[in-house]
Each structure stands twice: as C-alpha cells, then as structure tokens.
C-alpha cells in the first residue's frame, strides 16, 4: 500500500516563501519519478515540477520555472518543493504523485498511479 503524506502548505503574502513536502511509504521510493500538481478552485489539476528517480533530472511548468525547486532524499523517502515569490495566482492545493516511470520528465496526470491527498497553499496580495 502506498502512502503519500503531503505537509507545508498555509497561508503567506504575495511575495513570500513556503517548503513543501512530501513524505512516501510502501514503495520503493527512490526507483520512481516523482512530480507535484496542483488545483485552484475550479480549474483542473495542473503540472507543477517533475524529478527524476535519481534526483539528476528536474522539469518545470512555465508559470513557477525560477520561483520553485523540486528535489527529493532518497534515503528519507521525501520529495520537497520550494517555493518563492509566491504570487496570489499560486493559490491551490497541492499534490505530490509517484510515477511508474524513472525518467524524466512526466507531466500529464496518467503518468502518475499514486497521490497525496494534498496540501492548501494560500497567497494574499
């Protein structure tokens, strides 16, 4: 059984930073891809980030590509996202999902058979 445990979302102004994370169990963690979504009320789930299974191979989506840095501790079985400068437009909650694929770099949601039951981020103006 595959667990996925999302943490660090909350509520910051526009401008400011938030760490997520993601803590994985019940696989082996370091053999898969791993990537983070996110969804605004109304509006489908969207990429985020992706990174390899080793860690050596990341992609962004345009929208946060020089604000957030994905990577991930094998040994710790976690997967994190950093994210700065955060805009209001950022609003949403977020998703970590573990692929059945290693590579790099998977960004459509079938790409991804396991998720996290996601993490609010807020962004006030």
């Known amino acids: 059984q595959v667990q996925l445990v999302e943490s660090g979302g909350g509520l910051v102004q526009a401008g400011g930073s938030l760490r997520l994370s993601c803590a994985a169990s019940?696989?082996?963690?370091?053999?898969?891809?791993m990537a983070w979504f996110r969804q605004a009320p109304g509006k489908e789930r969207e990429f985020v980030a992706t990174i390899s299974s080793s860690g050596k191979s990341t992609s962004y989506a345009d929208s946060v590509k020089g604000r957030f840095t994905i990577s991930r501790d094998n040994a710790k079985n976690t997967l994190s996202l950093q994210m700065n400068n955060l805009r209001p437009e950022d609003t949403a909650v977020f998703y970590c999902?573990?692929?059945?694929?290693?590579?790099?770099?998977?960004?459509?949601?079938?790409?991804?058979?396991?998720w996290g039951q996601g993490t609010q981020v807020t962004v006030s103006p």
């Open positions: 019940g696989r082996t963690f370091s053999r898969y891809a």
């Open positions: 999902g573990l692929s059945t694929w290693s590579g790099c770099c998977y960004r459509t949601l079938g790409d991804y058979a396991y």
